[in-house]
């Protein structure tokens, strides 16, 4: 179920399996307070899957929540299935604006406000170049005393078998996670939720990855390795072994795993080619086009004209990665006007 707010949708009720097994029979306070599960006030994310709260009152009949100070409608949280189903938690999917956010969360009884709880939380997306202040740690989702709130429904300690040689419904990361691997590219051990190739069953924090970048993809990807070691020269992110700062580890909607499509990604950081003429002048003094167009070439196979039809992303052994693996320019030039 999704809650619009006035010109735009800022925050939705996360539905579906995913919330109809979770927090049926906790034994919660009646009071409490208002208090947030994840993330936790005065840290930083880097994705906005996640908003769980703990409202500390199952008497309460509607919550608003206002992120920048952009409010939803008032979110019924008092209905027999309602309870029935979340008692007195509230989890939401936020669309957090870039930078520092002002959460706001009011609660009712009826028309009467009981509590007006604030909190501050900084977003800086996966694979966008974001300083995050000092004073904002890092998140940590599987938190020992959040964990134990959902142990009544919940396997949160399972065995390696449980996450590896299981259905996916069967899975114990599958009912909350089951998102990462609704996206139209899956990195193959998302699909098939075999989260332990990645991420450890213990440590601290729980569920973390013990490597990161290329020494965790180097692991499986041992084809890609062997092939960046024999380029002269490398991509930046790549030299630098930053995987993830491209890539999304477990999916998204573009090619590749993408962050973003590619020449959105390129240009975030090279921003000067957007606004310059790049390879060459046309007769109406317009440069170049990167993008609108079918690439003509044989390599591209009928794709869309993006960097990557001149350029390989990872390096290569011409200076500036041309696909065709030299300094050429005309021979560059000529796999799409072919003489």
């Known amino acids: 179920m999704r809650f619009g707010f006035p010109g735009?949708?800022?925050?939705?009720?996360a539905g579906g399996v995913v919330l109809s097994s979770l927090l049926i029979a906790l034994a919660i306070p009646a009071r409490a307070g208002v208090s947030m599960i994840y993330p936790e006030p005065?840290?930083?994310?880097?994705?906005?899957?996640h908003l769980v709260l703990k409202l500390g009152n199952t008497e309460l009949t509607s919550v608003v929540v206002a992120v920048n100070g952009v409010a939803s409608d008032p979110l019924p949280v008092g209905?027999?299935?309602?309870?029935?189903?979340?008692?007195?938690?509230?989890?939401?999917?936020?669309?957090?604006?870039k930078g520092k956010n002002h959460l706001t969360v009011d609660t009712f009884v009826g028309d009467k406000k009981q509590e007006s709880f604030t909190a501050d939380i900084y977003y800086a997306p996966k694979g966008e170049t974001l300083d995050v202040p000092k004073e904002f740690r890092p998140a940590v989702m599987h938190r020992p005393e959040?964990?134990?709130?959902?142990?009544p429904c919940h396997n949160m300690k399972p065995s390696m078998k449980q996450v590896i040689d299981v259905p996916d419904k069967d899975n114990a990361c599958y009912s909350c996670h089951k998102r990462m691997a609704?996206?139209?590219y899956v990195h193959g051990p998302v699909g098939t939720y075999s989260c332990a190739y990645c991420h450890v069953l213990q440590g601290t924090p729980l569920y973390a990855t013990p490597k990161r970048d290329t020494k965790l993809c180097y692991g499986c990807h041992q084809e890609k390795e062997k092939e960046l070691k024999g380029y002269k020269f490398l991509h930046g992110p790549v030299a630098a072994g930053m995987c993830e700062i491209c890539h999304d580890s477990h999916g998204s909607d573009y090619p590749a795993q993408l962050r973003?499509?590619?020449?959105?990604?390129?240009?975030?950081?090279?921003?000067?080619i957007a606004t310059s003429i790049h390879v060459t002048t046309l007769g109406g003094?317009?440069?170049?086009?990167l993008a609108d167009r079918t690439d003509p070439s044989d390599r591209g196979k009928g794709r869309e004209l993006s960097c990557v039809s001149c350029h390989d992303a990872h390096g290569g052994k011409a200076r500036y990665y041309f696909v065709t693996g030299n300094d050429n320019k005309m021979e560059l030039c000529q796999m799409c006007h072919k003489k």
Request: hydrophobic fraction near 35%; charged fraction near 25%.
């Open 182 to 184: 609704n996206q139209k």
């Open 79 to 97: 209905t027999v299935e309602y309870r029935r189903a979340f008692r007195d938690f509230l989890i939401l999917q936020p669309l957090w604006d």
């Open 42 to 49: 005065g840290t930083s994310v880097g994705d906005s899957r």
């Open 146 to 151: 959040a964990d134990e709130l959902c142990v």
């Open 285 to 289: 003094g317009e440069s170049h086009p």
């Open 260 to 272: 973003m499509p590619i020449n959105k990604l390129c240009l975030s950081c090279h921003e000067q």
């Open 8 to 13: 735009q949708v800022r925050i939705f009720l």
